[in-house]
């Protein structure tokens, strides 16, 4: 059986978050720059910020993003694994396109949820908060999108067929499965029309495995 290989952390002791990777409020800081606080706070979503964005937004369009698009390339040691057996999420990742849902945050409420969004996002500084520019059938907005450089700890690099199996058959965090997860992920885009053939390819080998009817 083939394991993933993971890049090596300090011992975590279990319910204990993992260490920052950078500052966090250094890239909050960075990023407000590159806002106009007289302007509505838009946001790009690409997976759980789609189905379960914790931002109150008084509108949400589809979007597409070009130069970027959505892989499952990301370790996660908390939420959809462990430290010993870490999980996978989604991650944006330059190169190609990515469909998925801008919020439009009003300006007066901008700040409060873009806080309440770092504590969600950036708790270990390990996205490169960009704005992005992404086209709607509204028009264009610039958003605000977590993105994932391949230089990260967190980037998986390639995985082969039997270690992604074995994460979608055993990776479970505290908000569950890394297979969970994606099924959630895909049902929601699904419902606005979206369909990423990556997405749908991972889930063709879990049944192929027998990890899903």
């Known amino acids: 059986m083939s394991t993933p290989t993971v890049p090596a952390l300090p011992d975590i002791p279990p319910g204990l978050a993992v260490p920052p990777v950078r500052d966090p409020q250094h890239l909050l800081q960075q990023t407000l720059a590159g806002w106009d606080p007289g302007q509505d706070l838009w946001v790009f979503g690409y997976a759980s910020l789609i189905w379960n964005p914790e931002v109150e937004h008084s509108e949400r369009r589809l979007a597409r993003v070009l130069g970027y698009h959505r892989a499952l390339k990301m370790w996660s040691r908390i939420n959809r694994g462990s430290p010993l057996s870490p999980g996978l999420v989604f991650a944006l990742m330059s190169g190609g396109s990515c469909k998925g849902v801008v919020l439009r945050v009003p300006r007066a409420r901008a700040r409060e949820e873009l806080n309440r969004l770092w504590q969600r996002e950036m708790p270990t500084g390990v996205y490169d908060p960009k704005w ?66 990556a997405v749908a390819e991972v889930l063709a080998l879990a049944r192929a495995h027998r990890l899903l009817p």
């Open 132 to 197: 992005l520019n992404c086209q709607t059938v509204e028009g264009p907005v610039q958003a605000l999108g977590f993105t994932l450089s391949r230089h990260s700890p967190n980037f998986t690099g390639v995985l082969d067929q039997q270690q992604l199996v074995e994460i979608l058959r055993e990776a479970r965090g505290r908000y569950g499965t890394t297979l969970d997860y994606v099924l959630r992920t895909d049902t929601c885009l699904r419902e606005h029309g979206i369909r990423d053939r």
